[in-house]
């Protein structure tokens, strides 16, 4: 069975902050997404990863694929109180299901 | 619309009853998906549909979860005797049948509750 573990379960930190949230698995992954979820909304897609030490920013965000695709990071520079939410890092087991790692909770206050 | 909608956004029911919850996908994508979130957690998945395939239930929990999508497009999830246990949002997903890359679009969720 593929899992997705993802440290820190919970970050609370000051406007102004770096934080990394990572993603790992013992599986290998033809592709990692990141996506951000708010309260009452289901998620949104931030990113899709597919090759292995592959970096992709997103204004302050910077996700990273692992070399052996089997691991992936999210670095947000200067956090806003707008990134707030849940992230959660999920891959394809299979062409068709989509595995979600149990997600961080990242507030940021002001 | 231009995105994917779920109803009713929140359902309340007593233990024993059965539900059915609706999604409507963007229009032209061809999978949907059903997932599961418990309070503050990541997904889980039910159900996958494709085209006019044999859908992936898989992850269905219990036979008192059932699915069905008619003609590609609405897809009702249907959850009989409810349990307290079953008490979650429920997500709804489409995506085009190519377009792995650019992700699931998920509507709103429906937030089951039964008391």
């Known amino acids: 069975t593929q899992l997705l573990e993802q440290s820190p379960q919970f970050l609370s930190i000051q406007e102004g902050e770096n934080l990394t949230v990572y993603c790992n698995s013992s599986s290998v992954f033809s592709s990692l997404q990141w996506y951000r979820q708010e309260p009452g909304e289901g998620p949104v897609l931030l990113v899709t990863?597919?090759?292995?030490?592959e970096v992709k920013k997103l204004k302050r965000l910077t996700f990273q694929f692992g070399d052996a695709r089997k691991d992936s990071s999210l670095h947000i520079t200067a956090a806003q109180p707008g990134d707030t939410g849940l992230y959660l890092c999920?891959?394809?087991?299979?062409?068709?299901?989509?595995?979600f790692g149990a997600g961080t909770r990242l507030a940021v206050h002001p | 619309g231009a995105g994917v909608s779920q109803s009713p956004s929140n359902k309340v029911t007593e233990k024993g009853k059965d539900v059915e919850l609706r999604c409507d996908p963007i229009?032209?994508?061809?999978?949907l998906y059903w997932y599961r979130q418990s309070l503050g957690q990541g997904l889980e998945f039910l159900i996958y549909f494709q085209g006019n395939s044999a859908p992936d239930k898989s992850g269905l929990p219990s036979d008192r979860f059932s699915a069905e999508r008619t003609g590609g497009s609405v897809s009702t999830l249907t959850i009989q005797r409810t349990q307290q246990e079953d008490s979650a949002v429920y997500l709804c997903a489409s995506r085009h049948r190519d377009r792995v890359d650019i992700g699931q679009f998920f509507g709103p969720g429906t937030r089951l509750t039964v008391l």
């Open positions: 990863v597919v090759t292995g030490g």
């Open positions: 999920a891959g394809y087991g299979g062409y068709n299901k989509l595995i």
């Open positions: 229009s032209g994508h061809t999978a």
